[in-house]
């Protein structure tokens, strides 16, 4: 299936590891020139050789998206060498595990800043473009704490589930200007994200690394983590031409972790 997004511009998030890594190969895979953003100048650069390997043009950014001031200079950047980004995946890295009570003010402001405003602001930045074309994507990865709030980690739980609000929000203000807003969210996957939370939940709980993985996958209908690449498979066609009539959903690709029916 052509996905129609060849030669189109991605911006992607968290691209250092992990999901956004997966999802910026990915999206080189189907055409698409990619500008990988992210906190290591080494893993990103491992992230934009797989992106040229797959026949594509890549962009590295240093990007710490608790900085507001590196944004419009990167986006700058990306216009100036790649073009215009017709396709932003919003992709941020978690808070560290903590109860939701007895958060200090601060520790909540600094975690919206990251994980909240910087999405919003960029997304902002680039949708004038996108109107202006009249075909744009973005997409926002959160997590299944957004839907089905997981213990410990009650800054995630709250700020990802502010993301689908907002998502949602955005659908209604420019699906008429050809741009569709998505949320994509992971259950558990092979990350190093995931295994540093096995690694803390094992730690409160005095059990191996591997009882925690065990038990947390005997939890899924399929049984097994998911790997990387069949979350950006997901992740890449909702930002494919071929999903131009899907916008204000919530896609979940959990391996059947959640189980509420909506």
Known sequence: MDLGITGRTALVLGASGGLGSAIAVRLAGEGANVAVAGRSADALA????RVEQAGAKALPLQWDLGDPDRMEPNVADVERILGPVEILVNNTGGPPPTPVAGQEAETWRDSFDTMVLS???LTDRVLPGMRERGWGR???????????????LGLSNTLR???HAWS????????????TSNVIVPGRIAT???RFLDERRAAREQRSVEDVARDSAATMALGRYGRPEEYADA???LCSDRASY????????????IRSIV
């Open 138 to 152: 973005i997409l926002t990865s959160t997590s299944s704490g957004a839907l089905s709030p997981i213990p410990n």
């Open 168 to 179: 949602k929000t955005l659908a209604d203000e420019v699906g008429r200007d050809g741009i």
């Open 246 to 257: 899907i916008t204000g959903a919530v896609l979940r690709v959990d391996g059947g972790l």
């Open 46 to 49: 491992a992230t934009a050789g």
């Open 161 to 163: 589930a502010s993301l």
């Open 235 to 237: 992740a890449v066609f």
């Open 192 to 194: 190093d994200r995931t």
């Open 119 to 121: 999405v919003i602001a």
